[in-house]
């Protein structure tokens, strides 16, 4: 009995531990009440540069992206956004676009390194599709951009067998306004710099089109990206081992990150008390009707 006292007590007191040891103090990180901008927190508008104003994402969860949208894959190929959808297998979409000379490269270097962090296979469990937001790179003078931009991350990624769960799409204009707004993606030409000026994040779309997350920056935390994919495709990705993970923590959108949820954590300890105690119970009571008969 002291033994399962002493269990639940040690489940508890870890849960408090971790909850106050994953605080999210990341820099930049998105607090509650705040727009993310990619960049930094806005605080107040006249403290935004002029290049940056304009440029925001405005999280779509819940809506839903146009899947008849036609893009161009890699290949050169005209398809349909739909075709890159199947069923319980979700989508990571990150914005972007292939002569960036900074941003994009740093978030999508970030992508494919949390990326090798997890055991799970893009194009086996979920697909990846980089998106040109830049009209310009869907021009056939640039026909090969996309295919030498995936070229260049398959051999970053070095995992064999996972080519065709990547996909580095183009679109005409019409295509890119639609798609940007439907994901509240906001970006603007800067004229003295010569390029795009935008902020960086992955997000996640289930099977049917439903924007489920966002994961904002270019340095992002294996968990949070392992678990919004298996949270978007509705447990259907990962073992028991991830259901019971996605079971304990819960995306708060204030910071578009995974949090420990004590109270389910308490329930699981609850639950093993009970087992434990059942386990040390019933060969007391089978003993004891054995001595009455």
Known sequence: MKFIFAFSFLILTLAATFVSAHADDRPGAARAGQKYTGLQPETNSAQVPEELKGVNISEKIGQKIDLNLSVKNEKGEIVKLSSFFTAHKPVMLSPMYYQCPGLCSFHFNGVIETLKKIDWNPGEKFEIVAFSFDARENMPEKAD???????????????????????????????IDILMKQIGFE?????????????????????????????HGVDFDARDMKLGLNDTANGHVGNIVDSVML???????????????????????????ALLLGAWLLPILFRSRREKV
């Open 187 to 215: 970006y603007r030409w800067n004229e003295k710099a010569n390029e795009w000026s935008h902020a960086s994040a992955a997000i996640m779309i289930s099977p049917d089109g439903t924007i489920s997350r966002y994961l």
């Open 247 to 273: 079971f304990c923590f819960k995306y708060d959108q204030h910071q578009s990150r995974y949090g420990l949820q004590v109270f389910r954590l308490v329930q699981i300890a609850g639950a093993l008390v």
């Open 145 to 175: 951009l996309a295919a030498k931009k995936k070229a260049s991350y398959m051999k970053v990624y070095n995992r064999a067998g996972t080519e065709n769960g990547f996909h580095f799409l183009t679109a005409d204009q019409n295509t």
